[in-house]
């Protein structure tokens, strides 16, 4: 198991290192340097001034050296003015220092946003903060309650309540969160008053029940039905074994067979669903965070995508694919240990 584990590190960071390179190279395409510069310039600025912009703060070094310098293995250098030969950083608000040194992603120095004008680390982190506590509450709220859906009508396969509960899964499952975001807005926040439909005051204000109900329910409402249908074929197979026919016939009772048999090898495959719900939690959590203005990490996202905020791009498109290798890697140490047959292998 260590040997699997240090393998697949291995390939986590190797994957990293492609998966950010084309990133890289995507967020530096011109078109998006452009956009850089006039939204740090003004629109009326002429294509000169522009080109002096990028040329004064390293956009128009070597795109595998600027790579290396974002990594941490080149040294970044300082603004140096072509007539006095002073150098300065390139972004003041940013305390860069006046001289080259070695600050990148390996130094724990994701950049400057210049967006909001603040070292990266200070917008990410806390927007990822505020996002964790979302995805916390959406997980205690959408596991139990899939898993008992789904154990329930695996249970009784073919029965009114089966067919109840499967109808009801799928129809959360075929619903976007960007529509029940605004069903439950409408029906809760709207005609009857009881939740308040924005999410903006719980990171301001703290987080209470009234402003972050909403963004719970939209999230978890659609993963609740897809846990819970795997669930529930886990279930139906499991219970067709043969060793819960033996165990019946030796007069275990039905709800012991169930606790005792069926359940753990019911909860194998779910258990890899559940874990891949945490990059789609990260990922779709943008919709959510922008319909009900909860400033976590999709709300940042969209807003460094919005104004071509290049090294918060870059922080984010980081922590996703961290995020979901890692959450990979978890999966497949945790079935592992919950099938024996994979574990011998």
């Not at 719970?216 to 993963?223: C, E, F, L, Q």
């Not at 959590?285 to 996202?301: K, N, P, S, W």
């Amino acid at each position: 198991m260590l040997g699997f584990i240090v393998r697949r590190l291995g390939v986590m960071a190797l994957t990293m290192l492609c998966l950010t390179l084309v990133v890289f190279f995507l967020v530096n395409l011109e078109p998006n340097l452009k956009k850089l510069a006039i939204s740090q310039l003004d629109m009326r600025s002429s294509a000169e001034e522009l080109e002096s912009w990028l040329q004064k703060n390293g956009y128009r070094q070597n795109f595998f050296m600027r790579y290396g310098q974002w990594l941490g293995v080149v040294q970044k250098q300082p603004n140096i003015d072509p007539e006095t030969g002073v150098s300065s950083p390139r972004f003041s608000y940013c305390d860069e220092p006046a001289e080259p040194y070695y600050g990148g992603i390996l130094q724990g120095d994701f950049g400057c946003s210049t967006k909001f004008k603040v070292p990266v680390a200070k917008k990410l982190f806390p927007a990822l903060g505020a996002t964790g506590i979302l995805m916390f509450w959406v997980m205690v709220v959408m596991v139990p309650v899939a898993l008992l859906i789904g154990v329930l009508a695996g249970m009784r396969e073919g029965t009114r309540t089966d067919r109840t509960l499967s109808v009801a899964s799928i129809a959360t499952t075929a619903t976007p969160e960007y529509v029940s975001g605004v069903i439950f807005a409408v029906i809760f926040a709207s005609w009857l008053g009881w939740l308040n439909g924005s999410a903006a005051t719980a990171t301001r204000q703290g987080i209470s029940f009234y402003n972050f109900t909403l963004p719970v329910m939209t999230m978890a409402i659609y993963g609740i039905g897809y846990i819970a249908r795997m669930t529930r074929a886990s279930m139906v197979e499991v219970m067709t074994q043969q060793y819960i026919r033996t165990a019946r016939l030796k007069g275990l009772g039905f709800r012991a067979v169930v606790m005792k048999h069926a359940l753990r090898n019911a909860l194998i495959a779910p258990f890899t669903v559940i874990m891949l719900q945490f990059p789609w939690l990260l990922t779709g959590v943008v919709i959510v965070e922008v319909m009900f203005r909860y400033q976590g990490f999709g709300f940042t996202l969209v807003e460094a995508a919005s104004n071509n905020d290049i090294d918060l791009l870059l922080g984010c498109s980081l922590v996703s694919v961290f995020v979901v290798l890692s959450t990979q890697l978890i999966s497949d140490v945790g079935y592992a240990y919950l099938n024996p047959r994979i574990r011998v292998q």
